[in-house]
């Protein structure tokens, strides 16, 4: 097998997998349509939007979130707060409120990356990460045995996506 530095040139050394199938007749998975029209236009709306917005956008998410976390029921609130003192149990009360409040702005956080990684071009992305060792997953893919694959993971699973 070739191999090289250029991540993106060790991608075009190899076809994608084949998309899995449904059934006999071929139909791929509902899962794995295109988006329809309308969405794929909102889509693009929102993530040009956030393309503009740069990273002024992580001010409106946090505002979106913290929006949303005020919206919810008390019963809500304080189960996510106790959900935190699961996982760190010496915290007090106060701070798992504040983790709780802060679960919701970084989610509507990762939420506009996702729509800002829609506008993005994978050429623009993969300039920002460096993927190293594909040559093994093609190995073990043409091995026809399985494996099974370890991997940190550090960001978004969506940029992960959108480079692969």
């Not at 009360?93 to 506009?112: D, P």
């Amino acid at each position: 097998m070739t191999t090289t530095e250029d991540p993106a040139e060790l991608v075009r050394l190899r076809p994608p997998p084949p998309l899995p199938v449904d059934g006999a007749a071929g139909v791929m998975p509902s899962a794995l349509e295109t988006p329809n029209g309308p969405l794929r236009a909102a889509l693009w709306l929102a993530s040009r939007s956030l393309l503009v917005l740069g990273r002024s956008r992580y001010a409106f998410a946090d505002a979106l979130g913290l929006a949303i976390y005020a919206r919810q029921s008390h019963a809500r609130k304080q189960r996510c707060a106790d959900n935190h003192r699961r996982l760190h149990p010496v915290i007090t009360q106060e701070e798992a409120v504040r983790r709780a409040r802060g679960s919701y702005r970084e989610f509507m956080r990762m939420s506009f990356d996702f729509m800002w990684e829609y506008a993005q071009t994978p050429e623009r992305i993969r300039r920002h990460y460096t993927v190293r060792g594909l040559e093994h997953v093609w190995d073990t893919m043409d091995s026809g045995t399985g494996g099974v694959f370890v991997l940190s993971h550090y960001g978004s699973w969506d940029v992960a996506a959108a480079i692969a």
